[in-house]
């Protein structure tokens, strides 16, 4: 789902906590979505008149309205703009309130930040948003995260697990350069403990199953990490 | 006594009412058996008096010895047989005695007659004496027998007294009467006794019943079961009261519980909120924010700051546990105005460049905590910096009241509502108010502050009004 840096996906952030914004957009921007933030209910509002967004993450304690109230108010104006509505409250008439009110999904706070991408990504697949179409491709290389199945040029090529995230990660981020330190959270975990030559040895592999060769796909960064490039957007 | 401890209280009960009926239905018994006995004995012994009374005087004129100042009054063998085979019948017997007690004549003559009791000296000397029916039980041959003594003179209230008379009679067919009195006694009591303990049991059940109720409703609720009420039934004696004071009780532990509980899902929301801040920025830079080093600055100083938050949230969430216990507040005589003059450059350090004034009052002598009451000042000190804006200036002053001091910390900015100001106490509560400066509050501050002054047998209160300012006055004891 490689996009074009000028159509970006738009996410308005409506939350009053500086730290918990602060994490969204600097996460959400690293996962390739164009952020804006706001820390109040009728600044959201306001925010959603002068741009189109297409995606909102809502707080529902605000200091001025509501998220329940938000999120009326802008399904009031006709939109159908997909709302995510985080919550600290367990309660369930809490998350009926909210689902009631129009929002389409809740996360209640403590979320991982990984299930709210699988939320936001979801919902923007339903919206039409991004690709159903669960395929990667790039350079001839077709990646298919539903039957987990790798080809290169027709070829059918076996990954294990964490060669196949790792392929996955570099084909979501083209041209990204990533350290061992990341790759390694990203796709072993973050309470993996080892050291990170074990990336080198899953590079090494993942290569060598792809036929890669220099110019490689798949480079090394001189002291910092790995990148992916494409063919043909070259080099 | 162990076992008498461990008995229910209905067998206790029980147990103590028969021994109680026992010992009075036998009282009652007991005292009419004797009763019966003395009325049968009084009976005879006027029966026999009235039988003898006109045989004597007959005899005393018959042998010319009824006449006055007699010089010849004399007992011989002869008239006094007459007189005691006169006296004699099937059940009595009657024997004449001399001045000096030796027997002139014995009644006795058929073997079916009774035998006569050696006369008792005791009491033939007390017939002689003048004692006109000198009456006694004896036993013959082992048979009852009921003794009568009437001394001899010749006219009622004369002094010569010639000898006397015992008539003896046969109690036996009195035994006899009483024996099947006191038979029919002892059934009697066994039916009253059995019957009595029989309903005394079940009284005792009966009213007891209540209290097995009340039992089964505390088992239910030492399970954690508040909602389970002890039914009352409109009742006035005791287990109604206490039904219904078990009932008050149950009202306000389910009330703190339900309190306690509240305040244990506030305090894990708000734990939640830093919790998830820190989670989040975590995971963002473990997937490659990291290498970004002014995102790893940014969310590093948004880290730090929810671990501040966290760790002020647990402070006082310890800080009010503390003052539970009164053991925690150390008071000591404190004169305001030089407290005052120590907490001024401290106040000024937090409110920083803002204006704060603090206005001197009378001399007083105050018994507070130190430490607590810089806390207090703190507390309200910081909201009212945080909720107005730059330019107004901070006041604390305090003035005198009966035996106790108030101190008031006034602001003049954005103020309260009436709604507001309803919940401002409760333990997380915050209001719409926005910060003017500084971080946001917990919502702990002013429920703490009100538990430090409290603990000081203060009182604490709130005057507001929407965009003119926010007075708090608590007040301290005198020393």
């Keep these: 789902m490689s996009m074009d840096k000028n159509n970006k996906i738009k996410i308005l952030v409506i939350e009053d906590d500086p730290v918990i914004t602060d994490f969204l957009c600097t996460g959400l921007k690293y996962e390739g979505y164009e952020v804006t933030s706001r820390t109040a209910g009728k600044a959201g509002l306001d925010a959603l008149q002068q741009t189109t967004f297409d995606l909102i993450i809502l707080d529902v304690m605000l200091p001025d309205i509501d998220g329940f109230e938000v999120c009326r108010r802008i399904r009031d104006r006709g939109s159908d703009i997909p709302i995510l509505i985080l919550t600290v409250k367990k309660e369930i008439s809490d998350r009926v309130k909210g689902l009631d009110s129009g929002a389409d999904d809740y996360l209640t706070k403590h979320f991982s930040f990984d299930e709210l991408l699988a939320r936001i990504r979801a919902l923007l697949r339903r919206r039409g948003k991004i690709s159903k179409n669960r395929k990667l491709q790039a350079d001839a290389i077709v990646l298919n995260l539903e039957t987990r199945e790798v080809s290169r040029k027709g070829k059918r090529i076996d990954l294990t697990p964490t060669e196949f995230g790792l392929l996955e990660l570099f084909m979501r981020h083209p041209h990204r350069v990533f350290t061992r330190e990341t790759l390694l959270n990203r796709v072993l975990g973050y309470d993996y403990d080892g050291g990170t030559n074990i990336i080198d040895v899953h590079i090494s592999h993942l290569r060598n199953k792809l036929g890669d060769r220099p110019p490689r796909l798949i480079r090394t960064i001189y002291a910092v990490g790995y990148a992916f490039y494409p063919e043909e957007t070259g080099t | ?479």
């Design chain 2, 1 to 479: 006594m162990r076992v008498w401890d461990r008995l229910s209280l209905q067998a206790r009960l029980g147990l103590l009412y028969a021994v109680l009926l026992i010992f009075s239905v036998v009282l009652v018994g007991c005292y009419s058996y004797w009763n019966i006995w003395q009325l049968f004995i009084s009976n005879k012994s006027s029966h026999l008096r009235a039988q003898a009374k006109p045989i004597i005087e007959h005899w005393l004129i018959d042998n010319d010895l009824a006449k006055p100042d007699n010089p010849h009054l004399k007992l011989t063998h002869q008239n006094a047989f007459i007189l005691a085979r006169d006296l004699t019948s099937r059940n009595t017997v009657a024997i004449v005695l001399s001045r000096k007690g030796d027997i002139i004549a014995n009644g006795k003559r058929l073997p079916e007659e009774p035998e006569a009791p050696i006369p008792d000296k005791q009491y033939f000397r007390r017939a002689l004496s003048g004692e006109n029916e000198v009456t006694y039980r004896s036993q013959v041959n082992g048979k009852p027998v009921l003794v009568m003594l009437i001394p001899l003179r010749p006219q009622p209230a004369s002094s010569q007294i010639f000898g006397v008379i015992q008539i003896s009679t046969l109690l036996t067919d009195i035994k006899e009467i009483l024996f099947r009195h006191g038979a029919m006694l002892v059934s009697l009591v066994a039916i009253i006794l059995i019957l009595g303990i029989v309903t005394g049991f079940w009284l005792i059940g009966v009213s007891l019943k209540d209290l097995q109720g009340l039992l089964t409703s505390c088992h239910q609720i030492s399970k954690g079961n508040f909602s389970q009420w002890v039914p009352v039934k409109n009742r006035r004696d005791e287990i109604g009261q206490l039904a219904t004071s078990f009932n008050q009780m149950l009202e306000k532990l389910e009330a703190t519980f339900a309190s306690q509980q509240r305040f244990v899902v506030n305090a894990a929301h708000e734990l939640m909120t830093p919790l998830t801040g820190l989670r989040g920025s975590l995971e963002v830079l473990l997937r490659g924010a990291q290498d970004d080093p002014s995102a790893m600055a940014r969310l590093s100083k948004g880290m730090y700051k929810e671990v501040n938050r966290l760790i002020r949230l647990c402070e006082q969430l310890l800080g009010l546990s503390q003052l539970e216990s009164s053991s925690n507040v150390h008071k000591q005589p404190i004169i305001l105005s030089d407290f005052f003059n120590e907490f001024k450059a401290d106040a000024q350090v937090l409110a920083g460049g803002r204006s704060l004034a603090i206005q001197q009052g009378p001399y007083v002598k105050v018994s507070a905590d130190p430490d607590l009451l810089k806390q207090i000042l703190f507390n309200l000190l910081s909201n009212a910096l945080r909720y107005s804006p730059t330019e107004t200036p901070v006041v604390i002053r305090w003035k005198l009241l009966p035996k106790q001091v108030e101190i008031q910390v006034s602001d003049q900015g954005q103020g309260m509502d009436a709604e507001t100001l309803s919940h401002i106490f409760e333990p997380f509560y915050q209001g719409k108010a926005t910060v003017v400066s500084g971080d946001k509050g917990i919502g702990l501050g002013l429920s703490l502050t009100k538990s430090m002054v409290e603990a000081h047998e203060g009182t604490i209160r709130i005057e507001s009004e929407p965009g003119k300012g926010t007075t708090v006055s608590f007040t301290l004891p005198l020393e």
